[in-house]
């Protein structure tokens, strides 16, 4: 396996609306090789600006970790799936990691 640097890494934050759209969202980037891994956190609160007015909405919270090569199909998946008409898709570079867990996100997402 050719050596990835820590930055090819990266962790990308999706809030969703309910637990069913956060496990369908899950299941759909692990399925498809995209995310190595998501973890799923329920009891969010969000307090936000749109059209106008602020907002506040009970979210869950998805943690993707994937390979940035894996980026652009992840977010058109997000996108596709995602019941938002503006999905919350942030991707941020890993700047360190432990090299057998950046390894293991490679093979699990099928990065040589």
């Known amino acids: 396996m050719e050596m990835q640097r820590p930055e090819d890494y990266l962790l990308v934050l999706c809030t969703c609306p309910d637990e069913a759209t956060a496990r369908h969202l899950a299941a759909v980037l692990v399925e498809d090789r995209l995310a190595a891994c998501v973890n799923i956190l329920p009891g969010l609160t ?5 059209r106008g007015r ?10 993707v970790k994937t390979h940035g090569e894996r980026y652009p199909s992840l977010e058109r998946q997000l996108r596709k799936h995602h019941p938002y008409e503006l999905p ?4 941020v570079s890993m700047s360190n990691g432990l090299p057998d867990y950046l390894r293991w996100i490679s093979e699990a997402v099928g990065i040589k």
């Open 54 to 63: 602020t907002e506040t909405a009970s979210e869950w919270l998805l943690l």
């Open 88 to 91: 919350e898709i942030v991707a």
């Open 46 to 50: 969000s307090v936000y600006r749109w």
